[in-house]
């Protein structure tokens, strides 16, 4: 009988010992849940109980980490998912100069980034330490196009720029400066601001003193609100536009009157409704705002959906990678990097992505709708 049982437990032990280990796939995720772009990291934090917890046969373990929208904390963050953590990918961090500051530590270990953040410069140029980057959201470019054709269907011919002292603004100045040049439009006043200023009444006025057709505002969140309330409350009753950064409904609720009339360019989020069912896009959109809403019983901001499409991307990459190396190694980290690059007509939330060795964006005019608020709300723009 004891033999008998013996045999029983050893035979358990070898079944056990022959079946394969289930493995986990670990990913890092850094949002700026507190601090001044909390409004664009508490979205991206809430997100991450919709990705998927299991990819093919691979369970997935999300490590989440809020780094007060603190460029420095970011870098920590990262370091620590790598180093303490042995992820294989990581999601943030929710700003843009937070995004740059950790671009250094991530290629030297190899591991792949889906950068939820506005700047281009993430990507672009693209480098030896950029290609381990990819990036959630629609390009600089891709926005400014749609703004400046509506600028000189406007008939704008002279526009204020003021915008966030960091990588967001400053890119979009670069970007906006050189299409304003081709299309003719002198930009008569150049501005900078901090994302955590209390006022921005200096720039403004001088702004208010070149006297512009128009004015564009280049930041992020709740940032993006206090440049145009100011204008307006100095008396500018010019056009006011504003960047896929304003894309979110405390941008309404913050400005009330006061950004009534502002056009942006951005995600097809906003305006679903007006949106024809044959946007591939569409469905995407509606399912994950309403998960969201389920989870949380609030719509999403559009900074959400950046998280939720980096997702939809490593659930496209991680069966590919895991035919080449196991979760966990080096080897895995690098197989899916080549599989995110790989990535070919993925349709997200808010557009559809073809990455390339030198697009690691891959959004086309598919990802970005003009847009006008009206009447405290958005609607797509005439």
Do not use: C
């Amino acid at each position: 009988m004891k033999m008998k049982t013996m045999l029983m437990v050893l035979s358990g032990l070898f079944l056990t010992a022959s079946l394969p280990a289930h493995a986990q796939v670990r990913i890092g995720v850094v949002s700026s849940a507190t601090g001044p772009t909390a409004l664009v990291g508490i979205p991206q934090k809430n997100t991450v109980a919709l990705l998927p917890a299991k990819i093919g046969d691979l369970t997935v373990e999300y490590i989440a980490l809020d780094d007060a929208s603190d460029p420095t904390a970011s870098v920590t963050a990262v370091k620590k998912l790598i180093s303490e953590q042995n992820v294989d990918a990581i999601i943030g961090p929710s700003g843009s100069p937070n995004a740059m500051g950790v671009i250094q530590f991530i290629a030297e270990a190899g591991v792949p980034l889906l950068a939820p953040v506005g700047t281009a410069a993430v990507v672009t140029p693209m480098d030896d330490k950029k290609r381990w980057v990819f990036k959630t959201t629609q390009n600089d470019d891709i926005i400014a196009r749609a703004l400046m054709e509506h600028m000189v269907k406007s008939g704008v011919k002279t526009i204020g720029f003021i915008g966030v002292g960091d990588p967001y603004g400053e890119n979009w100045y670069k970007v906006f400066s050189a299409l304003a040049a081709a299309k003719g439009i002198q930009i008569t006043a150049n501005e900078r601001f901090q994302r955590q200023d209390a006022s921005v009444t200096g720039q403004s006025l001088k702004i208010l003193g070149a006297n512009p057709d128009a004015v564009l505002v280049a930041a992020a969140g709740g940032p993006a609100v206090l440049p145009q309330t100011t204008l307006r409350d100095q008396g500018y009753t010019g056009r006011i536009y504003q960047t896929h950064g304003a894309a979110l409904p405390d941008f309404l609720k913050l400005g009330g009157k006061k950004v009534e009339g502002t056009i942006l360019a951005a995600s097809l989020m906003l305006v679903l409704p007006e949106i024809a069912d044959s946007n591939p896009s569409k469905k995407v959109a509606t399912e994950y705002i309403a998960a969201y809403e389920k989870a949380y019983g609030s719509r999403p901001a559009t900074f959400g959906a950046n998280v939720y499409d980096a997702g939809l991307l490593l659930q496209q990459a991680i069966p590919l990678a895991a035919k080449t190396a196991k979760p966990g190694t080096k080897e895995f980290r690098a197989a899916l990097r080549d599989n995110l690059e790989r990535t070919t007509e993925l349709i997200g939330t808010q557009g559809v992505y073809n990455m390339t060795k030198d697009d690691h964006s891959g959004f086309d005019e598919r990802g970005r709708v003009l847009i006008a608020v009206k009447d405290g709300g958005w609607t797509l723009a005439k």
